[in-house]
Structures are given as structure tokens and as C-alpha cells.
């Protein structure tokens, strides 16, 4: 049965072709007021010596680098900004606009708060320059302290890169450092979900020069609100190691919480990895079409220029791997995930895990945090009462603690979810999850978290675990709408 549709989404064809222009028109830098560039630059860009000291800090990895060159007489002669604002910037997102928009940031606000990621990386600018700040503070520079206190981060980047720059703002809750600078996005990237789901728009806008300094604005001035973050384990057999994506990290061998029956047998020797996502985290064909794109894309750079080629090499692969047709040489009984995966969630408020049935026909499981995937879509749906309360399920939000679980059977299913015709296959809320996957006659499975895929080696005898936990602390993002 399909699940139906709350009566202000009856028409989810003219909904999302309505959402997708006002998307457009923003994205573009026709609406909104006209921002003056020097009331801006006062607004969000730091004294002179702040940037300085920061840079210095980074530069030599080394904070007393930067508090010792700060010139703390001029402290007293100066005003902190307003609220300020640092950038990251991958200048090789968005094509050839990358540089040129590094080039704009820096003549808006200054170039030693514009950070180029192939030269800086987020944990240094935590490490070397966040503290740089609070160590002038501790020594009686109040605009460094208020500076500080106030500070802003605006990523330009896809949402890999929106990723990484929360994951390393996220150290600070574990070190105490507080507080924690919420983070704005300019989309630069393919899908841009992050992006969307908190109003930034999903994609890069065609009047960008004058767009930016809207987005500068917005970013100094939005509301800041929090998003769960979902931290990830992995435990495999000891063997082959997987090619990791940088969300992911080898860890020392960790512990399985064996309140559940375990499918395969468990290895005397295991390998363990761990990160964190912030949007989805997804198992089948959907994360091999991914793994298989991003290889392409990194053999053959020059095919990818920027978000449509991205887009039209993802849809000519996804025909290429099965995801509309499994290739007739395919053992049927190997064409569901339920022959590989066992699910078990702990629901909200309850300490006990619970076995849930994997659908026989669903071919990729999604475990998703935000409202928008695979640019821009609403997989879940905007579900009626009745439905909700049929299943057991709530409302669906970013800081409810909850993942939504869902199946896609196959590519002519998963268009049609993706397009807002149907939803997709519906399957749990959890505040936990734990998938089990033994191999059998399957030699390896394919996984992505965030849009990162892995090609994840399985064992004939024994299981390969990913837990799912939320992170403790909430993630602080900027809304622009």
C-alpha cells in the first residue's frame, strides 16, 4: 500500500516545480535587497591585526606564532566587527567559477579570512587558528575575545566539503571550546542537499557576483539553527582493507554490543572504521552507481566540468550497472539485499534492538538525517496523520534524533520517488541502527555516506557490522530563508 500524501502536497509535481524555481530565482541573485559592498566589508571582516595573527598561527602551525606577531596596542584603538565571517572555499568546485569566486571573497572581505582548502584544511584553522583567538582573549585582548565569540564560517563547497568543515568544528564540543561557530554555505557542489535543506539554494548562481554579497549578508545575519549528526562504526573481518573516503578513518579494534542474535560468526580478528555523516548513509545499488562515477570522474576529469556533465555521466552510469535492468546473467537470488542484510534499530526512548524485515524486492536502503537527497529530492515524503500514526512514525525533522529509513527496488522505482510521484519504500524511524551484512555468495557490498562511496569487502563466514549512533552534541547551521 502506498502511503498517502498530507493534502497540501496532493500535487507534488507542481510542488516541486514551483519549490525548484523559487530555487532557481534565488540561486540567480534575482531576489533580495541590494547589499552597499562597503557597509558589508565593516559588517563581517576582521581588524587587520586579528587576520594577521590567524594567518601566521596557521601558516606555522603554531598559535603562539600568531600571539606573538598581533600587535595588542591596536586592540584598544579598534571595533570587532559586527559579526565575523571566515570562508573555505574549494576553489575546484563549481567549474571554472572556483577561482574567480575566491577572487570576489577575498576582494569583499579580506584574503586572510578566505581560506583555499587545497592549502588550508578546516582542523588547522581549529587547531592554529580558532585558538589564535582564544589565546589573545586569555591574555586581556577583549575585540580578539568578542571576536571570537561571534565568529561565523561560510563553506563554499559541496556538501562533502560542508561535511568536513562540521566534522572539525564538531572537536571543539569535545575539547570544550565553546562556543562552536555556526556554519553558511554557498552550493558549489553536485547534489548540494545540505544546501538546500537550510535555504542557500542548490546550486551556483548565475549572477554570482552580486549573489555573493547577498549570500555574505544572509550568512551574517540568518538564524542559527541544529542538525543531528550521526556518528558511523564498521567492523569487518580482518583481510583485505577497503579504499576509504576521507569520512572515513581506521579506529583500534572496537566492541560489538551483542544484544542482538548475530547472523554470521564473529572473527577473532577484525578491522574497525568510523566517521560521521550529516545527510545519508546508504547500502546498494544506488552507492555502486556512486563508487562508479566517482572512479570515472577521478580516471577522466575532464568529462566532469561542472554540475550538468556531473549529472548526465551519473544517469548514463546508472543505466551501464543494472539499476534499470539486472543484467540476465545475475542470479536472481542475488538481486534483493534482503539475501546479504539483516536491519536491527533501537526506536526512540528504548535501549532494546529490534529486528526489522528487509522488503525482498529492495535493491539500495537509505538511512537518511535531512529532508532533501539526491539533489533536492523528498524521498520520505510528506506523509499524512493517519499515515504516520498507522505506522508508528513521526514527523520527520533535522534535530529530532530520528534517521528515516527507506528501500528503493530499482531505477524506474527510484525515479519516480525522486520526482515526487510516489514515495519511497517505507520501512523504520531509529534513533540506532545496526546493519549486519554476510556475503555468502556476494563478495563485496557497496556503501556511501554523504555522497562518499566505498566498495566494502564481504566475508563468506562472517559479518561485517555498521552501527549507527547519534553524535551527543547538535551540529549549528545558518538558515538563509
Not at 579570512?113 to 577583549?142: H, M, T
Not at 556531473?310 to 543494472?322: A, E, P, V
Request: hydrophobic letters at 40%.
Amino acid at each position: 500500500m502506498e502511503p498517502p500524501v498530507a493534502e497540501d502536497a496532493a500535487d507534488p509535481t507542481r510542488v516541486a516545480a514551483r519549490s525548484s524555481l523559487i530555487d532557481s530565482l534565488k540561486g540567480c541573485g534575482l531576489s533580495g535587497i541590494r547589499v552597499d559592498k562597503e557597509e558589508l566589508r565593516k559588517r563581517i571582516s576582521m581588524p587587520q591585526y586579528l587576520r594577521v595573527a590567524i594567518k601566521r598561527a596557521i601558516n606555522a602551525k603554531d598559535v603562539d606564532a600568531g600571539v606573538n606577531s598581533a600587535d595588542l596596542l591596536a586592540a584598544d584603538a579598534v571595533d570587532p566587527p559586527e559579526c565575523p565571517l571566515v570562508v573555505f572555499i574549494n576553489s575546484r568546485s563549481g567549474g571554472r567559477h572556483g577561482p574567480e569566486l575566491k577572487e570576489r571573497l577575498q576582494q569583499l572581505m579580506g584574503e586572510e579570512q578566505v581560506f583555499d582548502l587545497q592549502n588550508i584544511k578546516p582542523n588547522e584553522f581549529v587547531d592554529y587558528g580558532l585558538a589564535c583567538l582564544e589565546q589573545l582573549a586569555r591574555v586581556g585582548d577583549s575585540c580578539a575575545k568578542e571576536t571570537r565569540e561571534k565568529l561565523r564560517v561560510v563553506v563554499a563547497g559541496g556538501d562533502g566539503t560542508v561535511g568536513w568543515m562540521l566534522g572539525s568544528l564538531g572537536e571543539l564540543h569535545k575539547e570544550g571550546r565553546y562556543p562552536v561557530p555556526p556554519v553558511a554555505i554557498i552550493p558549489l557542489g553536485t547534489g548540494n542537499d545540505l544546501s538546500r535543506s537550510f535555504g542557500w539554494g542548490g546550486s551556483f548562481p548565475f549572477a554570482w557576483k552580486s549573489a555573493v554579497k547577498r549570500s555574505l549578508l544572509r550568512a551574517s545575519t540568518g538564524h542559527v539553527c541544529r542538525m543531528d549528526s550521526w556518528h558511523v562504526s564498521i567492523t569487518a573481518p580482518a583481510g583485505e582493507v577497503p579504499v576509504l573516503p576521507y569520512s572515513l578513518k581506521s579506529t583500534e579494534p572496537c566492541t560489538i554490543d551483542m544484544d542482538c542474535v548475530l547472523n554470521g560468526g564473529f572473527p577473532d580478528k577484525v578491522s574497525c572504521f568510523d566517521g560521521v555523516f550529516y545527510n545519508y548513509f546508504s547500502i546498494g545499488m544506488d552507492a555502486q552507481v556512486t563508487y562508479g562515477f566517482h572512479h570515472l570522474r577521478n580516471e577522466k576529469p575532464y568529462l566532469a566540468q561542472g554540475p550538468i556533465s556531473n549529472k548526465l555521466i551519473y544517469s548514463g552510469y546508472s543505466c551501464s550497472q543494472g539499476w534499470f535492468c539486472t543484467p540476465c546473467i545475475s542470479s536472481p537470488g542475488l538481486r534483493g539485499l534482503r539475501n546479504i542484510l539483516r536491519i536491527h534499530i533501537k526506536k526512540k526512548d528504548s535501549a532494546d534492538w529490534e529486528q526489522i524485515r528487509v522488503p525482498s524486492n529492495v535493491r539500495s536502503i537509505v538511512a537518511l538525517n535531512l529532508h532533501n537527497y539526491a539533489s533536492g529530492r523528498h524521498p520520505w515524503g510528506k506523509l499524512s496523520e493517519d499515515y504516520l500514526e498507522q505506522r508508528g512514525f513521526v514527523e520527520a525533522n533535522v534535530d529530532d534524533g530520528l534517521l528515516e529509513i527507506f528501500g528503493l527496488k530499482h531505477g524506474w522505482h527510484a525515479s519516480f520517488v525522486l520526482v515526487e510521484l510516489i514515495s519511497a519504500k517505507h520501512i523504520a524511524q531509529a534513533a540506532a541502527i545496526r546493519f549486519e551484512v554476510r556475503g555468502g555468495a556476494w563478495k563485496q557490498a557497496f556503501m556511501q555516506m554523504d555522497g562518499e562511496p566505498w566498495k566494502q569487502p564481504l566475508d563468506r563466514d562472517y559479518s561485517v557490522f555498521v552501527e549507527i549512533k547519534r553524535v551527543p552534541h547538535h551540529s549549528l547551521m545558518i538558515r538563509a530563508d
